[in-house]
């Protein structure tokens, strides 16, 4: 029996890789996942705009894949294209399969575009799916279906889950602010971390260090999401920093860059004002590095444990209840899923899936109701 082609968009990307098996020559896999298009006038390795998200693209290429299986990237689609492509999918007998990972999108203040494609796709998808049982009541609750759920795979490589933590002096708090993703709102916590620092240090064996990375845009007043009053406070800091706190502006780090920094920490704060799932979250629990957050999204339930949080997302929260969470992360790093762990959940990820996929070529309507 022939492997089924399916059509992610993106396939270039560490969930679609991570939920099939890991190669180990043995015998031929049930699926075959495709390469992404290139995508006209883009240079060689980028996704997106996808062309796989275009009605023309898929009538010209209907026959190239069996299933075609949307993640992310639609964002620049209007309701009417989303429609057309979906009728065109329809025409062609070419099953959809939607993995909802953001019901709130992080990239868009405005969410009322992204809500209305996403009850779209809710309806319209062949199989739909979801990451955690919340997110998945969400869905239920908003769009009257529930998605089936397929738990995050690993973020960080198999080969590295099973290495040593470094040790190191102090307890390191990071915050690491790249380049100011639409859904971070560093300026309600920051300042009450620095003001959490002094006690930290004082109930704690090792001293404490809190350590902020920024890429250099953040600091030029041109850059599309430049913030004065964090760009500001980050100069104060560059200038004249307070004991136990590092200020790092650099350019991006690359993924061995990041695993190695995040694994340098002994807490990694997310200071998200919305989400749903966080690959972030994902990779901290690969290296046992705790969580800090706000109660946002589901990152708790999928987080297994190693993310604590603080509170609401929109409002500073308290520097006390920050040294408390802390002082009880410095007792040691979370539990970790380990190498053989997460290799036996990609099996079972990628077998699961090529359900879902064989389910949705057999005419069925595959979600939480009707499971493969």
């Not at 705009?49 to 639609?74: I, N, S, T």
């Not at 190191?168 to 003001?195: D, F, I, Y």
């Not at 100069?235 to 502006?249: C, I, K, N, Q, T």
């Not at 007792?331 to 997460?342: D, F, T």
Request: negative net charge; contains cysteine.
């Amino acid at each position: 029996m022939s492997a089924v082609r399916v059509r992610h968009v993106p396939a270039a990307h560490p969930y679609v890789e991570h939920v099939q098996a890991a190669p180990t020559g043995a015998s031929s896999p049930a699926v075959t996942v495709l390469p992404d298009p290139p995508v006209p006038g883009a240079p060689p390795g980028r996704w997106w705009p996808h062309p796989a998200l275009e009605e023309a693209w898929v009538r010209q290429h209907a026959r190239e894949q069996d299933v075609l299986h949307v993640h992310f990237g639609m964002e620049a689609r209007s309701l009417p294209e989303l429609r057309a492509w979906l009728d065109a999918l329809a025409d062609l007998g070419l099953p959809l399969v939607h993995t909802v990972h953001d019901i709130d999108h992080p990239h868009l203040h405005d969410q009322t575009h992204h809500r209305d494609q996403l009850a779209l796709l809710v309806e319209r998808s062949d199989g739909l799916l979801t990451l955690s049982d919340g997110a998945a009541d969400r869905v239920e609750q908003e769009h009257g279906r529930r998605p089936l759920v397929l738990p995050h795979p690993h973020v960080v490589p198999l080969a590295l889950l099973d290495g040593p933590r470094p040790v190191h002096e102090e307890l390191r708090v990071g915050l690491h602010l790249k380049s100011l993703r639409t859904n971070l709102a560093p300026m309600r916590v920051l300042p009450a971390l620095l003001e959490a620092l002094p006690e930290l240090s004082a109930r704690t064996v090792r001293p404490a260090v809190l350590e902020v990375r920024a890429h250099p845009e953040v600091l030029d007043p041109a850059f599309p999401r430049h913030d004065e009053a964090l760009a500001g406070f980050l100069r104060r800091l560059l200038g004249d920093p307070p004991p136990g706190v590092e200020v790092v502006v650099g350019p991006r780090l690359d993924d061995d860059q990041l695993w190695s920094a995040l694994q340098g920490l002994d807490v990694s704060v997310l200071p998200y004002a919305w989400a749903t799932h966080s690959g972030w979250v994902e990779a901290c629990r690969d290296l046992g590095t705790w969580v800090l957050a706000p109660r946002v999204g589901h990152l708790e339930e999928q987080g297994g444990g190693m993310v604590r949080t603080w509170g609401a997302p929109d409002r500073a929260p308290d520097p006390s209840r920050l040294a408390d969470i802390l002082v009880r992360c410095a007792a040691g790093p979370p539990a970790r899923p380990g190498r053989a762990a997460r290799s036996a959940q990609r099996v079972e990820l990628a077998r699961r899936h090529a359900q879902v996929y064989a389910g949705v070529l057999e005419g069925r309507r595959i979600d939480g109701g009707s499971p493969p």
